[in-house]
């Protein structure tokens, strides 16, 4: 049972540059989220989708970009980095009519110089 | 605004000797408050989610209480495995938006 799936693990990009942050789930989970994860700061939430077609911004939207094409992927999308983006970035889902407890996936490191 | 305070930020309990954490909130209508621990270079992993006050739940050495307005993460008889961060998080109802407390960062000695 694979749960949430990130990847890369790690990553290093040069400001300007463009990346894609992959998720996946096989739990047949309608709501997925990626939040970043920074010293200090607590888990922030970016985007969020509560099913396939349905995204909307967190707390801390700006930079970064989602779709939802189907159940299973959420990738989030960096369109021109920032050395403000380098963090830990953790992907998690959840059943919607559930007790709402979220399942997280083991994080994407991102560097950006 | 919903918001969640831990405390405190980091603990140092010798093995065996038992504590609390402490979640503070503030949120429009509580639909749910969570617990979860990190390990480093993890992912959050779940432990406990409570719905109303007077709720408890017991995992193990671990029991979480609910409050109006705050959460207890009871730790008894620890043990140097249960070093991790524990993280602290509540939904509001009419919305799928999560918040995060800071966490507080155990660690047990042996």
């Known amino acids: 049972n694979a749960g949430v799936t990130q990847t890369p693990k790690f990553q290093v990009l040069k400001t300007g540059q463009s990346m894609t942050l992959q998720c996946a789930q096989d739990?047949?989970?309608?709501?997925m989220s990626w939040y970043r994860q920074d010293p200090g700061m607590g888990l922030r939430l970016i985007h969020y989708s509560v099913g396939a077609g349905i995204t909307d911004q967190g707390e801390v939207p700006n930079g970064y970009n989602v779709s939802r094409s189907t159940t299973e992927d959420f990738p989030l999308r960096l369109l021109s980095a920032a050395p403000s983006q380098t963090s830990v970035y953790f992907c998690a889902s959840s059943y919607v009519a559930g007790g709402g407890e979220l399942f997280f996936g083991e994080g994407s490191r991102l560097t950006v110089l | 605004e919903d918001q969640v305070t831990q405390s405190p930020e980091a603990l140092r309990l010798q093995e065996g000797e038992s504590s609390s954490l402490n979640c503070s909130y503030t949120?429009?209508?509580?639909?749910?408050l969570f617990w979860y621990r990190q390990d480093p270079g993890k992912g959050p992993e779940f432990l406990f989610t409570l719905y109303s006050a007077g709720e408890e739940k017991e995992k193990e050495r671990l029991k979480a209480t609910l409050t109006k307005k705050e959460s207890f993460l009871h730790i008894t008889a620890p043990k140097p495995e249960d070093s991790a961060t524990y993280l602290c998080a509540v939904r509001g109802s009419g919305t799928y938006k999560y918040i995060f407390g800071t966490g507080t960062r155990l660690k047990v000695l042996a």
């Open positions: 739990m047949n989970h309608e709501y």
């Open positions: 949120v429009s209508g509580l639909r749910g």
